[in-house]
Nanobody, 131 residues
Framework: VQLQASGGGLVQPGGSLRLSCAAS????????IGWYRQAPGKEREGVSL?????????YYSDSVKGRFTISRDNAKNTVYLQMTNLKYEDTAVYYC????????????????????????WGKGTQVTVSS
């Protein structure tokens, strides 16, 4: 059972990146997925989350709303995070995590903050925004 986050890298301010979170050993469709990030000296922050099954509900932190888009492809057992108009303050290690059967926006909002009960975490991928 494994979650693998990938797609990070070095990008200039205003640039874009797409992160992927791929699952192996289990199927993602019953799980809500969240992208979290942690910068040095800061707490982990939930930035983008998507509901289980069809992904019809999403939640974004204010810091990324309008710039990040989360999506899921259950056929590929993968969740994506499209990041645009990247800023210096987006620099962090990005992690994906799962929680079983969260379908509402309210549930995702809670999941963004109370992540200690996550079922699975992937290893992080570094995103660095620098000129």
């Amino acid at each position: 059972v494994q979650l693998q986050a990938s797609g990070g890298g070095l990008v200039q301010p205003g640039g874009s990146l797409r992160l992927s979170c791929a699952a192996s050993g289990f199927t993602l469709d019953g799980y809500a997925i969240g992208w979290y990030r942690q910068a040095p000296g800061k707490e982990r922050e939930g930035v983008s989350l998507i509901s289980s099954k069809d992904g019809s509900s999403t939640y974004y932190s204010d810091s990324v709303k309008g710039r990040f888009t989360i999506s899921r492809d259950n056929a590929k057992n993968t969740v994506y995070l499209q990041m645009t108009n990247l800023k210096y303050e987006d620099t962090a290690v990005y992690y994906c995590g799962t929680m079983w059967d969260i379908t509402s926006v309210q549930g995702l909002a809670a999941m963004s903050k109370y992540y200690s009960g996550m079922d699975y975490w992937g290893k992080g991928t570094q995103v660095t925004v620098s000129s």
